[in-house]
């Protein structure tokens, strides 16, 4: 796997590595431009505490075997109900279904770009 040098390439493989624990509604926000707190969200919700945790252990993991090296920053890793992975330029969150719903991340950035990340 090559480097994750940019922000996207680190998002998509954070979305991915989500994904490939099941993760549901995946969504990569393009935040350039809108704040300087970070380029890119990456939002994730699984159905569980225990989901929660593994998707966050997932993504901490691939991002690391993918060269972008480890989060600056993680909150919330050991109650599983809203993780936050803080690689600077991108920050992850891992919602539990009901802490999404409450929060609505994406409605609060509703200007920002929708990232596929399927590609």
Do not use: C
């Not at 509604?25 to 969200?41: H, K, P, S």
């Not at 991002?63 to 920050?91: F, S």
């Amino acid at each position: 796997m090559a480097a994750l040098q940019r922000p996207r390439d680190l998002a998509v493989a954070a979305a991915g590595a989500a994904s490939a624990k099941k993760a549901v509604d995946v969504v990569v926000l393009g935040l350039a431009g809108l704040t300087e707190a970070a380029d890119y969200f990456v939002i994730a919700s699984g159905a569980s505490d225990t989901q929660v945790r593994a998707i966050a252990e997932n993504v901490i993991e691939e991002v690391e075997r993918g060269e972008g090296g480890g989060p600056w920053h993680v909150e919330g890793l050991a109650a599983g109900r809203w993780v936050l992975l803080d690689y600077i330029d991108v920050v992850v969150h891992v919602f539990h279904h009901e802490m999404r719903e409450y929060y609505q991340l994406e409605r609060l950035w509703g200007d920002a770009a929708r990232v596929d990340w399927t590609q």
